[in-house]
């Protein structure tokens, strides 16, 4: 459920027209809804009611100050990749000790930077980070609280792009080889192992996977603990899968999930931390687009939309599906015919949609794509010299730009010439 809905015959983000945003910022730009992000992220935290747990909101899916606040509030921790992340969720307010540092190629440099302004643990990905983490904070004094993130290899059953709990993936160390991992770290000065970290993929559709990936979680901690590690934290990842195509998906709830959880692991009395980051964010954000032109090609028609792969790279990078609807809603007995939904970036790549059955739209008409909130902006560039896409926070009937358009100026200035040119 979210709050992009049709009222009136015109399509609303909670108490705002859609075409009332587009009139003052534009087109394309992205709409957050802040009541869809506030109850996803309860449904996650009420789902491990009961547990001591912490719900790290992965903001590498949306990273936007205003977006993090508006989570922050609402007693989110956050999961960070780079070392950028981790001074975005500081400059939004989060405490040290509610950042969780993942990613397999942390640098020294960031590592610094986070043992300096405070985290909660680092999930270590390897032998040579652990080593370099170990000496960073020995070097700083400091004692540097670790999980050690464990490949479980499981078929997330998702895109190869985007599933990381197979042996043959770049992410964690293989479960097989976990206790002389830990055994090596509880010998190094400097760490403290406190927990164990595993995350399978993204948007997986079905619970089977975390369920074999959390039982092997179970039965490590047991064994950790007989070798004499204080295993007390469980970090099991993110990944939970959004309906994308209203008309036939149906994803696990956040609800079952969270039974899933207490199931498996519960038992063990650990304190439990959850990364979901596509889940809160996806389906609280729209992209916004106008069509420019109604294009007639040989055997198929082409929308060609003024929003582009550099807004939006997911249906390039993915082969993702993002239903894409008209702002005026279109009458019952509208006509439905197929459209190619293009962007104007000069690639063939540039394609939202193929044969995708619409109903009428004209040259000026706005369009939005749904469920992009989650790894949308964060992934938009440049490319073609179309300036970064907006952002736009929707609360109730106010709304606000939460990350401006740049002039052309702006964007063209941002190159400096040598000297010699
Ligand atoms: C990407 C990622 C997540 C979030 O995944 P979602 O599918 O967006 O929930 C969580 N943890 C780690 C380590 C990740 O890399």
Redesign the pocket.
Known sequence: MDHFLYRDGALYAEDVPVAEIAAAVGTPFYVYSTATLVRHFRLFDEALEGMDHLV?Y?M??ASNQAILKTLAAEGAGM?V?SGGEYRRARAAGVPGDRIVF??VGKTAEEIRTALEGGIRQF?VESEPEMEVLSAVASQMGKTAPITI?VNPDVDAKTHAK?A?GKSENK?GIPISRAREVYAMAAALPGIEVIGI?V?I????TELEPFELAYQKVAELTETLRADGHDIRRL?L?????IPYARSNEAPPLPVDYGALIKRTVGHLGCEIE?????????NAGILVSEVIYVKSGEGRDFLILDGAMNDLIRPAMYEAYHDIIPVIEPAPAAEQAPFDIVGPVCETGDTFARQRMMPPLSAGDLVAFRSAG??GAVMASEYNSRPLVPEVLVNGDQFAVIRPRPTFDEMINRDTIPEWL
């Open positions: 790290c992965a590498k899916a999961d990749v993942s990613g999930n993130r985007i990381t992410f970290d995350h993929g993204s948007q997986l970090d990842g993110g990944g939970l899968g959850i990364e979901p980051g596509r889940l809160i964010v996806g989650a790894y």
